[in-house]
């Protein structure tokens, strides 16, 4: 069975720094995509990060360029999202998805993932 596993969300207040951690199971990790996606109130879902786990190769969205980064330890079958000067804009449901290296082209595009994990809250107050 093929899970993703989010955690290490919550609330922190401007300027602050939150590590999100994606767990995957049931799947060759180091053969998929790893994307970071958001989802704020009364949005659309939006992508925020992705790494390649089989070249290592990060894909950042223009509003979290220089502020989050992406990172994977394949040993652990974990990706994290290091999120450092976080805005109030930053607030989301934040969700972990995994593609197959072969599929994914566009890391942005969410249709091109295939598993989801159940998202993690990410709550910024000012």
């Known amino acids: 069975e093929v899970q993703l596993v989010e955690s290490g969300g919550g609330l922190v207040q401007a300027g602050g720094s939150l590590r999100l951690s994606c767990v995957g199971s049931?799947?060759?990790?180091?053969?998929?995509?790893i994307g970071w996606f958001r989802q704020a109130p009364g949005k659309e879902r939006e992508g925020v990060s992705g790494?390649?786990?089989?070249?290592?190769?990060?894909y950042y969205a223009d509003s979290v360029k220089g502020r989050f980064t992406i990172s994977s330890d394949n040993a652990k079958n974990t990706v994290y999202l290091q999120m450092n000067s976080l805005k109030p804009e930053d607030t989301a449901v934040y969700y972990c998805?995994?593609?197959?290296?072969?599929?994914?082209?566009?890391?942005?595009?969410?249709?091109?993932?295939?598993?989801w994990g159940q998202g993690t809250q990410v709550t910024v107050s000012s």
């Open positions: 998805a995994a593609g197959s290296r072969l599929v994914v082209s566009d890391p942005s595009r969410e249709y091109e993932y295939e598993y």
């Open positions: 049931g799947f060759t990790f180091d053969d998929y995509v």
């Open positions: 790494i390649s786990n089989t070249y290592g190769s990060t």
